[in-house]
């Protein structure tokens, strides 16, 4: 069972709406919490990293949140637009520092 | 700075034969970790090596599949008697040092290299 749980698999919105992309994990012990933008035929772009003790992190529209007691971490996306399309990653690394846990991805298609 | 670079960007091979990968790391980064995606599927790790030492690679296959970053030169992703299941998209990560928090040791991926198998 992978580690790493994203949901949903694939979403579809349109341009300028908002969506929260789901992140639970059992990695343990925890260390810190990335997710990354990748984008078609392209390498994965980290676009936040949270450690134990951050709730929240942003970076221009994409806010991630963290809850460590729970697990879980999401990826809001506000006022989307078409260059969003791209799948989003979350990945967990435990506090040996090269396992880390790739989850599958949620593939976003924002449409005009 | 130059980011992550990969070659060649898109690879073909027939069955039985070798494949080379290869991959430069960000400038001032030792670590560099190998990735396989398979197509619709999610990056799963393959092997993590500092300059001429392998420190994990719980994710490679055992046979037909080698790895190596020499003290000079690119890390080299090698495959041996190519299948048409090899046929993925691998990807390279390199990182700097590497603190107790694992906090240092961001990932910054190369652009892949598309390896098709016919």
């Known amino acids: 069972k992978n580690q790493v749980e994203q949901s949903p698999q694939s979403l579809i919105i349109l341009e300028g709406k908002n969506c929260t992309l789901q992140?639970?994990?059992?990695?343990?012990?925890?260390?810190?919490l990335r997710w990354y933008k990748q984008d078609t035929g392209r390498g994965p772009v980290s676009l936040t990293i949270?450690?134990?003790?951050?709730n929240t992190k942003s970076n221009g529209r994409y806010t991630a949140t963290l809850d460590a007691d729970t697990k879980q971490s999401s990826l809001h996306i506000t006022a989307s637009q078409l260059s969003d399309s791209a799948s989003y990653i979350c990945?967990?690394?435990?506090?040996?520092?090269?396992?880390?846990?790739f989850g599958a991805g949620t593939r976003l298609t924002v449409k005009p | 700075n130059a980011g992550v670079m990969q070659n060649p960007r898109h690879l073909v091979r027939r069955r039985g034969q070798e494949a080379r990968l290869r991959c430069s790391p960000m400038?001032?980064?030792?670590?560099v970790y190998w990735y396989r995606q398979l197509p619709e599927e999610g990056l799963k790790f393959m092997v993590y090596?500092?300059?001429?030492?392998?420190?994990?690679e719980s994710g490679m296959p055992k046979e037909r599949f080698s790895a190596e970053f020499p003290k000079e030169g690119p890390s080299i992703l090698r495959i041996q008697q190519v299948v048409r299941g090899d046929s993925a998209a691998y990807f390279c990560?390199?990182?700097?040092?590497?603190?107790?928090?694992?906090?240092?040791?961001?990932?910054?991926f190369g652009p892949g290299t598309r390896l098709t198998v016919l």
């Open positions: 990560a390199s990182s700097s040092f590497i603190d107790g928090q694992g906090f240092y040791n961001e990932q910054f």
């Open positions: 992140c639970n994990y059992t990695v343990s012990p925890f260390s810190n």
């Open positions: 949270m450690t134990f003790s951050e």
């Open positions: 990945v967990v690394s435990a506090t040996n520092n090269n396992d880390m846990r």
């Open positions: 400038k001032g980064h030792s670590h």
């Open positions: 090596l500092q300059k001429e030492n392998i420190i994990d």
